[in-house]
């Protein structure tokens, strides 16, 4: 089993920046990806970032140039550094990850709201 404990978030208004993070804790070595999904009232959860143990990335386009997920070297935690927020992206967000065996696990979520 994988933990996953969330923390940031919040209210900033319209362009400006918020920094997420998760760590993870548990059966680390079967973690293979580890990223963030937001859903908002009355829409789907969607992936936001995603970074694999070899680095890779993957961003949804609505996000590209103003986020940024990153990891650090034993690939227990991740930020999400958010610029340029805009109102759209006021959502949930969730720290998930997804093991070698294609198990996936949750962080309880994060609120941010983008307003004026």
């Known amino acids: 089993q994988v933990q996953l404990v969330e923390s940031g978030g919040g209210l900033v208004q319209p362009g400006g920046s918020l920094r997420l993070s998760c760590a993870a804790s548990?059966?680390?070595?079967?973690?293979?990806?580890m990223g963030w999904y937001r859903q908002a009232p009355g829409k789907e959860r969607e992936l936001v970032a995603e970074?694999?143990?070899?680095?890779?990335?993957n961003y949804a386009d609505s996000v590209k140039g103003r986020f940024t997920i990153s990891s650090n070297s034993a690939k227990t935690s991740i930020n999400l550094q958010m610029n340029s927020l805009e109102p759209e992206d006021t959502a949930v967000y969730y720290c998930?990850?997804?093991?070698?065996?294609?198990?996936?696990?949750w962080g309880q979520g994060t609120q941010v709201t983008v307003s004026s």
């Open positions: 998930s990850c997804r093991t070698y065996g294609m198990e996936e696990y």
């Open positions: 548990g059966r680390l070595f079967s973690i293979y990806t």
């Open positions: 970074v694999t143990r070899s680095d890779h990335t």
